[in-house]
Structures are given as C-alpha cells and as structure tokens.
C-alpha cells in the first residue's frame, strides 16, 4: 500500500444544484480505487477547510449517504468565497496547504469550482512541484455562469437553464392568461454577472410562441431600444415576457441595479435590476407589470434538474479522480460536445494553464442581431444541455436531500490565522 | 333533448397551477353528460368575454386537448380582474350577462375564482332568478391566498406551497453553504396580501432543520424584534432564512413595500417586501444577504404542482357539473377535510350567501407565540396538502402544455361596452 495517497476535496464559490452530484462521482470513484486513493477528507467550507485544517473525514459517511448526494442540491461540506491572491502576495496561504496536505497524506486535491478556483488549483499545483511536495491537483468544473473555457459547458448550468426555461415559461402562460385587463409584462431577472448564458436560456420559450425579450450583460442596454421591442410585442402578442441578466449594464458600464455591496472577490453584489426595467416598461409605456428576482431559487433548483446536467456533473467529478489516478496533474475534466442533434459528447481535459482566470462569454452570433434574442445556433447549443428530468425522491410532500454527518478530522498542526 | 342546456365557464381573477386542472373536470364531466349538457362555452379573458359576448366554443377542442389541461398552468381561456359592482351600482352588466346566457341557450354557470368572483356568481343567480331566468350558478373555488370560507383549503394553494416549501429548502441549503464566508441571510417574497397561508408553507422547512422566520400579513412587523430573532438564529446556526408575505406591514397598516399601484378591485399592486427586510439585515446585523421574489413563478409554478392539489382541483370541477345536474344553484363545492394523518377528505357543498366577501386568514393559533413561525397545528393542516408530485409530460427537456384553439362562437347581440 506504498503508493496509496489520501485524496482532499472542496467545493469553491457558489454552490449549483448539481455540485454535489459531482462530490458523488469524486467520492465513489475513490472509494471504487481504494487500493490507490485511502480516504477523500473534505473541506468544510470549502479552502477555508484545508486553510484552517478543518477537514472532513467522508470515509464516516455511508454509501447510502454519498449516494443521496446525487440528488441533493448546494455544498454538502460547505463551501466559500475566500480567493488566494497570487503567490508573491499570499505566498503564506499556498504552504500553509501544501503543509496541510503533506500532515494528512494528501497527495490528491480535487478542487471543485469556477475561473477562480481553476486559478488558485493551477497555482497549488506550481508551488507543490517547486516545494517538491507530490500533489497532484485537479480541477473540476462547476459554475452556473458556464463562463469556463474550453470545456463545452459547465456542470451546474444545465439545471439553471431548465430551470430559467420552464419558469419562464410557466410564468408567461400565467401572464398571457391575464393581459387583457391586467399585467401585460413579466420581468424575470437571472444570474449572470459578466456572461448571458442564463438569459440565453430564457430566450428558449420562444420555441413554445411566447413573446419574449432578452437582455444580455454582453449587449450594452439601450432604454429606448429596449421599449420600442417590448410595445411592438404586447401590440402584437398582448403581451410579452422580459428576461433581465443581473449582470445588464447602461453603455457606460453602470449596471442596471447595483446594490453597493462588494463579495469577497471584489465583485459588486448585483440584483434588483428587474424591478429597474419593470419601472421603465410601466413609465414609457403605461403597461402593467410584474417581476420576479429569482435568485438562489434558481440554482438551488434542485427538484427541475437537468438529467443531463446531473450525468455530467458526477461524470467530470469519477473523471477528475481517474485523471489524477492516471498521473495527470493541472488539468480539468472537460465536456467535449460531438453533436448537438442527437447529443453527443465525451470527457475531456484541458490544461490548467488554459483555463484559468479566462471567461467564456455568449459569441456574438448566438445573440440575435437587434440584441434582444438568442439565434438557432444557440438554441442548437441550449436545447441538449436542458434535457431530462432527474428528480430527487419526496418524502411527504418533501424532496429527500442529504445532510451528511460532517465528522471532523484531529487537527495535527497549529492554529493558522486567516487574514 | 328538450332539458339540455348549454352550459358557460369563466376564470376569474390570478390565475395558478391548477385552474385549468378544474376547467379539465368541468369540461370532461360536462361531456359525460351529453345528455343534459350541450355546449361548454368559455369566456374569453374570463367575465368579459361573456360581456362582450365573445365566447369560446370548446366543444372544437379534442379531447386530449382537455386532458392536456390537466397539467397545464395559468388560465387556458383567458382570465380577467374585473370585477362587477353592486346589483345596484351596475345592473346593466348583470342584464348583460343574462341576455348573453340567454342568446346562447346557457343554462349552467360556472364561476372559477375566489372571493370576488363568489360575489358575482351569488348576485347572479339571484338576478336570474329576479328575472324569472332558469340559471344555475355554480362558484367553483380557485385562489392561491387560500382565503375562501367554508372550505377546507382551495385549489391551488397546495401548489403553491409545495413550490414555497421546496424553492425555501433548497435555497436554505444554498445560503447554508455559503455562510461561513458570504451570504447569512437569505429573504424570500412569497405571495398573500392579507392571508399568510403562503407564507406559512415556507415555515414547513424548520422540519427539517432549517432555521427560519415568516413573517405573516396578519403580525404587526416589529423591526426590533425581528432582527433580534434572526441574530439569534444566525448565532446559533449560522445562517436563517425568512419568508416574508407581500402583506407583511408595519403597525400603522402600511406595507413593508407598495409599488403606488392599484388593481381594478382596488387592491394595493404589491411587491419589493424582500430587499426591504433584506435591507434591515444588512444596516441592523450587517450579514450579507440574497433575497429572491418569487411573484408569478410560485403560482405558475405546475412543474412542481401538489398532486393533492391537482385532484383536488379536478375535483371540484367535475363536483360542480354534477351539483348543477342535481339542481343546485347559488353553491360552492368545497373540501371538507375528514382527518389530518392519514389524510381524507370529501366533496362538500357550501351556500354562495354564507362563502361572498369572506376572507380567512390564518387561525391565531397556527402561528407560533412569538409570531414568527407555524405551530404544530398549523404543520398538521398543510402537511397533507403539498402531498404528492404530479409532474407534467416533457418534451426536449421542455414541459408540454396545452394551448387551445380557443374558437370563437358567433355574436347573436349588439355590441356592449365595457364602462
């Protein structure tokens, strides 16, 4: 048992409806290689866990468990926005890991996240070879944005998609049933700071007759523009159904609506612009409105799952671990698309060098061309992300996620003060 | 065939997940009954369409087009707020509608709404009967603020506290992730102007461990005391969610947020409760907050409808045709709950006289002492309702709903303005 190694895994940023079917995939495919990988230890909360040597022994948790997790939607062991800055100004947090590492024979480091995540593997994965500590770090692909490169899409925005999709749809049913005499515009606000994909998503009811207007952070928003589109559609159609990025900016920069806080990676803390653009449609142009703010309803959504979200998600997670099995080290488990219709794809795997810090916005020619809509090359690339259900099991009227026992690991070192 | 009349279906008011469920029972039991049923005409946009004498012929749509009903939200034929004065005030829409009854050989009438459409059916069939017409006029319930007398819960409700109790448990797991470092607080806006029921469903996620507070329309808010709940459970779990109703307002009756606007009833256009309370977080706690308005997604929401509910709103559909056919007029079927655990219930039958302009708002005793949380009552009444999941078919990862034909019936009648 020489060369069995223990492995640790964390999850990074904001949590998905399907982050946890990817630690399913993570965990089972260790436990399936015992003979190489002894225990996953978890983070709790996320690198704040390694950090601080909070781990988390998974070994103590059940199949049965780890199982459920499949289903469960956000961080299981918690996660964090705590962003290493780059090694010449922190160089402090990144030995502090390698030296947590090496106290609890870690030797695999599955750090499960976005663009910052991806950065922060990359660079543990540099210091570990230049401290001559073996590690081998991989990244896996989680992030509702689906702003990562390279890989095709990402785990965790299938399921938001389904989601952007099927409550649009659902809630334009509800408006058009009572535009004659009352609410002729339904503003729906989603994520996306910097890229549409969410949005692009709600640009799907089309396909099913509805009216509907997308703003996207990629197209500067232009009011009168925007108020010419949503009075041409309620002429027509009685009504018409706003889908609003957070991330919708004025031409100069200046989102929507900014509520003047920042997270901890300096990132205004968005939200609000729905209600911004439900004002703008009742002043220019008298109509009724309504809006809603979805906000973590909608990657929490758990219970409308993309099946193919879900596969994917555990797929990159059993990759990661394969990968790493197979002495890969800085790289990503990619999705590798081979056909759109019928769907196909395969897991690949990107160098970490090329994924980190680089944000996949929407091409230009899957926005239609006034700005407002999506084209048929992104719906080509929307419609298999979406598909299947995958529901969780209910429980008197309850859906049935796990919550893990979360046992703590003896700490073996000294206190480590974060900053 | 001399006793076959035709018979008249209108949706009223908001629309849910599940008043097409009932216009499926209506239609599909009017149709077993051929014999004494002619025509089903639908109001287009609901009352209106029978003022303005524009009806739908729905014996054009097949019958899978009917059954499809059953599983699609919001309002198939239109709705509409409009609501008909006092028999004083505006005889002449009430006339109206009897000689449009009469044009069209209509001798059943089916009133899907909540308390204000009761009203109208009530003074209708009173009118009729002034008038020596042969009407019966049947209310058949519908309302997600579950606020009609008599009976036991009223179809739609179910749904949308499902979707509250669900959409809160898995954006409570979200905020759980990520409180060691960010979010602490996540506020979600359900719907309820002067009921909490909705507001109470989000309270049945404190069974499964989440630390919550409601904040129902029927508690005066308490700025102080509310936050000083939420501090102690952030203290104490590190994270909470509240679930704030729309009707939530301060002690001197006004709202914790009005948009200016009014309905046609009158009634105060709600909405922005959520980054109010959110807001209080921040200034008296300052924990970083998400706050999500659900407004029209919740009542749409037939992707995660109560099957309970969906049955129960068929129910009542097909309970109205047969209590028409028995000679009933001026009533309400109702559910009449039998028992609480095991669940059982029946169809029941109340007077229009008794169910008019009667709101019920949550017993006192179903909100906890302190005013911010569902007692064990309250748990026993809404367990058995969010039961079951009746998923609607799905194509390319899309629901499949219906969309009628909606052919219109030829006008026998001049013109009539709406004032």
Redesign the interface.
């Known amino acids: 048992m020489a060369d069995t190694r223990n492995a640790f895994y964390a ?1 990074s940023g ?2 998905t ?1 399907v982050i946890n079917a990817t630690a399913c995939g993570v965990i089972e495919t260790a436990r399936a290689h015992g003979d190489r990988i002894g225990t996953v230890y978890a983070g709790r ?2 690198i ?1 866990g390694a950090l601080t040597e909070d781990l988390i022994d998974t070994s103590q948790e059940s199949a049965a468990a780890i199982a459920l997790l499949r289903t ?5 062991f ?5 962003k290493l800055k780059s090694l010449d100004a922190n160089r402090r947090e990144y030995e502090r890991l390698i030296e947590v590492f090496q106290a609890h024979g870690i030797g695999y480091f599955f750090y499960n996240g976005g663009g910052d995540s991806a950065d922060t593997c990359f660079k543990v994965s540099q210091l570990s070879a230049s401290m001559g500590y073996p590690l081998q770090a991989i990244h896996v692909p989680k992030t509702v944005d689906n702003d990562l490169p390279i890989t095709d899409c990402c785990p965790g925005f299938g399921s938001v998609a ?1 989601y952007v ?3 649009a ?3 334009s ?10 609410t002729k515009v ?1 503003v ?1 606000e989603v994520m996306g700071r910097h890229a549409g994909w969410i949005a692009a998503a709600g640009g ?1 009811i089309e ?3 509805i009216p509907v207007v997308v703003l996207f952070p990629e197209i500067a928003f232009d009011e009168a523009k925007f108020l010419a589109r949503v009075g041409a559609l309620v002429k027509e159609h009685g009504f018409c159904t706003v889908i609003v990025s957070e991330g919708c900016h004025h031409p100069d920069g200046t989102f929507l609506a900014e509520q003047g ?1 920042k ?2 990676f300096g990132h205004a ?1 968005l ?2 612009a ?2 911004v653009v439900a004002g703008m449609v ?1 002043q220019g142009l008298g109509y ?1 409105f ?8 909608q ?6 799952a ?1 099946a193919t979200d879900v596969k994917q998600a555990y797929e990159v997670g059993a990759a990661a671990v394969k990968l790493a099995l197979e002495g890969h080290n800085a790289v990503m488990p990619t999705i590798e698309r081979l056909g759109d219709a019928p769907y196909a794809y395969r897991i690949g795997t990107a160098p970490l060098s090329e994924v980190a810090n680089r944000e996949k916005f929407m091409p230009r020619d899957f926005i239609s061309a006034d700005g407002f809509g999506i084209t048929e090359q992104c719906r080509r690339y929307l ?1 298999p992300l ?4 995958d ?1 969780p099991q ?1 429980r ?4 049935v ?1 796990a ?1 893990l026992r979360n046992v703590a690991v003896a700490r073996k070192l000294p206190a480590f003060e974060l900053r």
Not at 173 to 182: E, G, L, Q
Not at 386 to 389: A, D, K, L, Y
Not at 396 to 399: E, F, L, V
Request: net charge positive.
């Open positions: 999850q904001g949590v409806a909360n996320g704040i469960t939607p956000a961080g299981a918690g996660s964090c926005r705590h389904k999709a099927v409550s749809l659902e809630a049913f509800d408006v058009r049933s009572m535009a004659k005499t009352s339904f729906l799907l396909d099913q007759g806080t997270d901890a803390q939200g609000g729905a209600p009742k009724k309504h809006w809603a703010v979805a906000d973590y309803l990657r929490a959504a758990r219970h409308i993309s419609r979406i598909q299947g259900e529901y209910y008197d009227g309850m859906p996620f919550t």
